[in-house]
């Protein structure tokens, strides 16, 4: 750890270094002026976003991201065959990265799960994030903390570019097919760049620290973000999980990608030299779980109905979801601009 790091854990800071964001969460609600809910009726995984108040509050100086059942909210027959659209619910609705519809979803296309995802109304470009967490515990829920440019520079994902601090399953028992931990005992951390969504086009990096002897659901830990024009690194606590140095010839020549480079006219270190902001989400199944995992998955990987299939065995997953455990308990954010 260097010596201005070390400084800025220590709440002082290093020469051209400024704290331009920090809560702690006293106020005793969601400050509007630092945070801004996403609302979409289609999310990352098999929930729809929300600022409704059981999905995301404050208590007791804890910043609580909770998912809950669509059907407690809505009823079972407006969940299984009604229209649920983010502008008539909650006045907006988020853009996805990705494209596609994320505003208006009707009978068998609504999501069974409700959560909460925030992002930060402060930007950085370059400088040291610090989250102080607890993560929650539940089977197939998948928390992160993590950034994203504020506009699309580059263009659309991935070319834009996705710093991942933090992302876990909330399982207590899930496994890779070679005996490795996926579950909450298991911090991962990504970058994900390139000129597609998938196959070669994809680039990422990634880092994994499995705590010993307990979980990261337990006890509250700090994940943090050094990011500079020449390298990206991502830890928890006294542990760097991933360092990413910046390639002498690019990232688009690291990444062996074909065709124009999107990212000639930008920086050494393209994509990633662009403001980013920072998100703090819930999300419950979806892409960060596979089918080689053990347990297998309540539901099939790829299948259109997939979030269905999950409702459809909740009993298999009901249970690990207990009271607010299942919430992501987040006690303090600091963004440092150096």
Known sequence: MTLCVM?????????GATTVFHDDFNGGNIDGNKWKHD??????????YTPEHQNSYVKEGKLYICPTFTEDRFGAERFAHGSLDAHQLWGDCEPSWGGGENCHTQGHTNRPIMSAS???????KYGRVEVKAKLPIGDWIWPAIWMMPTENHYGGWPQL??????ETAGNLNLHHPNGRSLGVDMDQAHIHYGNARIGDGHARHEGMYNIPGTNFGANFH?????WTADHIKVGVDSHTVMTVNTPSNSFWHEAGLHGTNIWANGGKNAPFDRPFYLILDVAVGGPFFWGGMTPKVPWTIGADNDYQQFWNNRHQWQATWKGEDKCMKVDSVKMTQY
Not at 118 to 124: Q, V, Y
């Open 7 to 15: 400084l800025m854990t220590l709440m002082r800071s290093c020469d």
């Open 39 to 48: 609302k979409k009726t289609s999310g990352l995984g098999f929930e729809m």
């Open 118 to 124: 925030l992002r930060s109304k402060t930007h950085i």
């Open 161 to 166: 570019g996705e710093i991942d601090m933090m």
């Open 222 to 226: 700090t994940y943090w973000l050094d």
